[in-house]
């Protein structure tokens, strides 16, 4: 879609976007334990870094958002024991997710997930800036927590979220297309980083009841595809 149709859409996107910020249930994020540790054999370190997907709006534990499902699949598949931390918030962009991680205490980690973009769909960040800034995070991560690899979750099917009225969902959908193709673009010049894409088809079935976050559905899907694509990274074995 050309700028010039978004600039003369743009009062409707407005509206539509304060209306439907006003409309929307604010859900908490997930109950339970931030940490963990599953399975049996060498140990495997894992960081989860994320918004309120990483953080698990949309259900009501940890045990079945992302980190529940990534962490069991992944001792399954790699036959590891897998020690795990996550440290997420509502809300935050890639460049918010780096001033967190900064300021938490991170434990060792071999491999880092992280679980961002939307909100830099929202806060229109320019698709370029928002992967900078996911770089800025990994080069972070990679020289000053441990950190071997960096697996980005991709962005979520935009276009298909039940909670937002058209035109502002086909246009936020292009944005977070645009976001995720740049994102993947980028990782494929990595060997330390790497992008999976995850095609899974959302309505409102599987997402939470605010039609905007996750449901368990979704997270088990990603959380196990993610896991999947760690325990075939070659540089983990």
Request: glycine share 8%; net charge positive.
């Amino acid at each position: 879609m050309s700028l010039a149709l978004k600039l003369v859409l743009s009062p409707l996107l407005v509206a539509q976007a304060i209306g439907t910020r006003r409309r929307a249930p604010v859900l908490p994020e997930a109950s339970g334990e931030r940490h963990g540790v599953i399975g049996s054999g060498e140990p495997l370190r894992v960081l989860i870094v994320g918004d309120s997907s990483g953080a698990g709006v949309g259900v009501p534990t940890q045990d079945l958002a992302l980190a529940g499902h990534l962490s069991r699949t992944l001792a399954r598949e790699a036959g590891r024991q897998v020690h795990w931390q996550l440290v997420a918030q509502s809300g935050i962009t890639s460049a918010q997710a780096l001033a967190m991680v900064r300021r938490e205490s991170l434990r060792p980690a071999e491999v880092a997930v992280a679980v961002l973009g939307v909100n830099d769909v929202i806060d229109q960040v320019p698709s370029m800036r928002a992967v900078q800034h996911r770089a800025a995070l990994a080069d972070w991560l990679l020289a000053h927590a441990g950190v071997r690899h960096v697996v980005f979750a991709p962005l979520p099917p935009v276009h298909q979220f039940p909670l937002l009225p058209q035109p502002l969902r086909w246009i936020m959908g292009r944005d977070a297309r645009r976001h995720d193709e740049a994102m993947a673009r980028w990782a494929a010049t990595r060997h330390d980083v790497s992008h999976v894409p995850i095609a899974i088809r959302l309505d409102a079935s599987c997402m939470a009841s605010d039609g905007f976050h996750p449901g368990e559905p979704v997270y088990r899907a990603c959380g196990e595809a993610l896991a999947r694509h760690i325990a075939t990274t070659t540089t983990l074995r």
